[in-house]
């Protein structure tokens, strides 16, 4: 705990440079996802290889891709974009899938009940679909935001500084205090953005609080009269 207390300062400047290098990504993820999402619902002919191969970028190694993304794009390895572009890769690779099952959770009577009262096909996808299939798109974002959370640890292998500091120096100076600060720095920040993204959730999508709530009151049995 004396660690801990001394070097407060550390983890809290380290702990806003990870959030930035997380938060980053995290948008950028979810604004390109919507897209191929999108393509990926509409055109069932492409539908299965953009999701496959989306889906295959989450299977390389997180330090593989950091070293071959420079080679590729030529940025410095060391550099916070290059951490930053693999995170953006990573938050695709989870969130088009829940962008295209998203928009296929949507009950094809409202599209057509939209496309009747004069909705367009870009306004009916903002104003209707997209608003429909928030639930579930939101559901990925959280799993997003917290695997970019946990992921973005490993640029310190690359000499990116975030977090991640805590874990190698707390581990080279055999300081576990400053190991176990480390982890519950990235924990704790994953629970509070899950619980923004949840909040902001119920904000925008009222009607799903409502809709389990009325699901909650069917679902409670009812006592026979004795």
Do not use: C, K
Request: no cysteine.
């Amino acid at each position: 705990m004396n660690w801990v207390t001394d070097n407060l300062g550390l983890i809290l400047d380290l702990t806003l440079v990870h959030l930035r290098q997380s938060i980053i990504p995290i948008v950028l993820g979810f604004v390109l996802s919507l897209p191929l999402g999108w393509v990926a619902w509409r055109y069932r002919l492409v539908r299965g290889p953009i999701i496959v191969l989306t889906g295959l970028l989450y299977t390389i190694p997180s330090l593989a891709l950091l070293i071959l993304l420079p080679t590729v794009a030529g940025y410095s390895a060391r550099s916070e974009a290059n951490l930053m572009v693999a995170l953006t890769i990573y938050a695709i690779a989870i969130l088009v899938r829940a962008v295209s099952d998203g928009l296929d959770s949507v009950d094809d009577d409202v599209r057509q009940a939209a496309t009747a009262t004069g909705f367009a096909s870009f306004r009916r996808f903002w104003t209707v679909e997209f608003p429909l299939a928030g639930p579930v798109i939101l559901a990925g974002l959280r799993v997003t935001a917290v695997s970019t959370i946990s992921l973005a640890t490993v640029g310190i292998l690359i000499g990116v500084s975030n977090l991640g500091y805590l874990f190698t120096n707390g581990l080279d100076r055999r300081i576990i205090a400053e190991v176990f600060a480390g982890v519950i720095a990235v924990v704790v920040i994953a629970l509070i953005l899950d619980l923004i993204l949840l909040l902001i959730g119920r904000a925008l999508m009222p009607w799903t609080t409502a809709a389990s709530r009325v699901t909650a009151s069917r679902a409670v049995p009812v006592r026979a009269a004795a």
